[in-house]
């Protein structure tokens, strides 16, 4: 069965307070992100991201292959209306709508939900209700309620493709969530066992529970790097992406950026793929004067092939000249742009070694960086 993914989070999660929920990080990865790591986790690589337009630059820190962003509506009704029709020029057999503020949803419950698709036109997870019910519209207790035959409706709810889509282009108003859509347009919807553990994130508090969750699966590793080149004749040297105009240039059979070959031999340590010459030797003419930001690309994409992301990176540039002060938040904005990563999480710093050592003496430059890999 061809399947997609509607990840909606195009709220703004007023009851939590500050920034959207959406992108609150929790074990240094949005609620969104984890939410599109389940998914892919489970499978589905074809995914529609639903935001709010003011969000753009969030989410695109997000981006892989198979992501597709649009801007939803000011109702979630309306925003999965906007994620649905952004699948119909090629159209899936089924697709599984969810809330980007229940980021711990597993792989086994989406795939549960898929398996239900078989027997049903949709199919939703829920959990019973255990505890005692109450009527109240104040201060007191005014009646029970009956528990019997009540259920806390759980996201993704999956559902065939055509039949869900028609719905929402027919519903009129709001709705608390796609099933009310589906039984509205008599669509038979099954249950499916849900997880306590997927629950919405609402108040300040439920961050912190995540987390827990989140972390007992989350793999952290730091890689290290560290790449030297000797001074030679031109005019500038390359550090960090960044051109510096210098009295002399680095040796190097690509463009001689020690920084980024640290950092690239950090990614690949932390996957344990051996070093930078190992997968650009450099007796090879194809990269002679290579921009070194290919090679980084090259480690970024292998990390993100093995499910992890970059969380942060640290570089230190030793030499006593050029100066590197003056270029450190364009250095940062670079590596970011590679990366896909905040200039908030990408250090840069210098240092010279008190004119001791081949730095001291001017002949050249070194740089050590570090890179911390998570997989959730």
Known sequence: ??????????????????????????????????AL?????????????????????????????????????????????????????TPPEAVLIHDAARPCVSAALIRRVIEALDRADGAA??????????????????????????????????????????????????????????RAAGLSVALVPGEEDNFKVTLPGDLERAARILGEEMEVRTGHGYDVHAFGPGDHVMLCGVRIPHERGLSAHSDGDAALHALTDAILGALCLGDIGQHFSPSDPRWKDEDSTTFLRHAHGLAREAGFRIGHCDI???????????????????????????PDRISVKATTSERLGFTGRREGIAAFATATLVRP
Do not use: Y
């Not at 806390?152 to 039949?163: M, V, Y």
């Open 1 to 34: 069965m061809e399947l997609a993914g509607v990840i909606v989070a195009a709220g703004r999660g007023s009851r939590l307070g500050g920034r959207p929920k959406q992108w609150r990080l929790v074990n240094g990865l949005p609620l969104a992100g984890h």
């Open 37 to 89: 790591h389940a998914f892919r986790q489970a499978g589905i690589a074809r995914l529609v991201l639903v935001i709010h337009p003011d969000d753009r630059a969030e989410a695109e820190r997000l981006m892989q292959p198979g992501l597709l962003i649009v801007h939803g509506a000011e109702s979630r009704s309306g925003s999965v209306r906007a994620g649905l029709e952004a699948l119909a020029p």
């Open 125 to 182: 997870p829920a959990l019973p209700v255990t505890d005692a019910l109450w009527r109240s519209s104040g201060s007191f207790v005014e009646a029970a309620h009956p528990r019997d035959g009540l259920w806390r409706a759980q996201t993704p709810q999956g559902f065939r493709f055509g039949p869900i889509l028609s719905a929402h282009q027919a519903h009129a108003g709001e709705a608390a969530d796609d099933v009310e859509v589906a």
């Open 316 to 342: 230190t540039i030793i030499c006593e000249a050029p100066r590197i002060a003056p270029h450190v938040a364009a250095m940062r904005e670079r590596i970011g742009a590679v990366l896909a990563l905040s």
